[in-house]
């Protein structure tokens, strides 16, 4: 049964959350969202947890603030930090309502992930397993819509049209609409960097043909880092789509969505 929580961020934002399953269970999995997503990350996540309710495994699924149900504002003033702080904020929630003893998992989707990587970094809390969903590892083309490495001048800066872009409007990213301090945040993400000094054990899934978030940095990641597991699901595009399924409703796109609901549900039992 869903029931709604409400808790802050270390700086007094409100947040909240759905806890679905019992308290004082074995094993918690924390759900992180996707930008500009809420916690039911278009019924990946409300499906996610009605799913480990089942198999008796109690999870935390939440809204970032100024996203769902959470504080209001704009995400253009938001840096990387505080939303790593509004996952700690989520992980101990979480925690509190668990057997001590109890292992926690993550799981985080699209931008999610990469923050998640931070909050790993940054907090150093116990996470049993980590579970990534399609993430964005690339800051910078999550902002910009380049790669790294494509920027010009040394040092590095942003190109011409999105240095216009960001002073004239303040912000980049029409999706999600990133302001100056996420833009500034992640020309300082490394993902590889983040993933080998974490310590943790990774499996990342990602749709082979993905047209949002690349999987190539995926790839790429899995090869360096040798604690990443890539699973790749064929012919899928963000969020585990079937081809044209822009709102996650096609059935094709729902078996997607169960596959990797068994595979995690597999590795953590």
């Known amino acids: 049964m869903d029931r709604t929580i409400k808790f802050k961020s270390f700086d007094g934002s409100d947040l909240v959350g759905t806890l679905a399953g019992e308290e004082h269970d074995d094993h918690g999995v924390l759900l992180v969202h996707g930008l500009p997503s809420d916690k039911d990350e278009w019924g990946f996540y409300s499906d996610f947890a009605r799913f480990l309710e089942n198999g008796s495994i109690t999870s935390l699924r939440f809204d970032f603030r100024h996203c769902g149900e959470s504080e209001a504002g704009s995400l253009q003033d938001v840096s990387m930090s505080e939303f790593v702080n509004d996952i700690d904020a989520a992980y101990w929630e979480l925690k509190s309502k668990l057997r001590d003893s109890a292992n926690v998992y993550l799981v985080a989707t699209s931008a999610g992930g990469g923050l998640s990587l931070k909050w790993l970094t940054t907090c150093r809390r116990k996470v049993h397993k980590v579970f990534l969903m399609a993430p964005v590892l690339d800051y910078v083309f999550e902002v910009t819509g380049r790669k790294s490495e494509e920027l010009s001048g040394t040092p590095r800066t942003l190109d011409d049209l999105s240095l216009q872009t960001l002073k004239r409007s303040g912000r980049l990213n029409d999706d999600a609409g990133y302001g100056r301090q996420m833009v500034n945040d992640a020309i300082n993400f490394d993902a590889v960097d983040e993933i080998l000094a974490s310590r943790s054990d990774f499996t990342i899934f990602h749709?082979?043909?993905?047209?949002?978030?690349?999987i190539d940095f995926s790839r790429e990641v899995s090869r360096r880092c040798p604690n990443v597991k890539l699973v790749e699901l064929p012919s899928c595009d963000h969020g585990f789509s079937?081809?044209?399924?822009?709102d996650l409703t096609d059935p094709r796109t729902k078996a997607n969505h169960e596959r990797v609901y068994h595979e995690v549900l597999g590795a953590i039992r």
């Open 207 to 214: 749709g082979d043909a993905d047209t949002v978030v690349p």
């Open 242 to 246: 079937a081809p044209g399924d822009e």
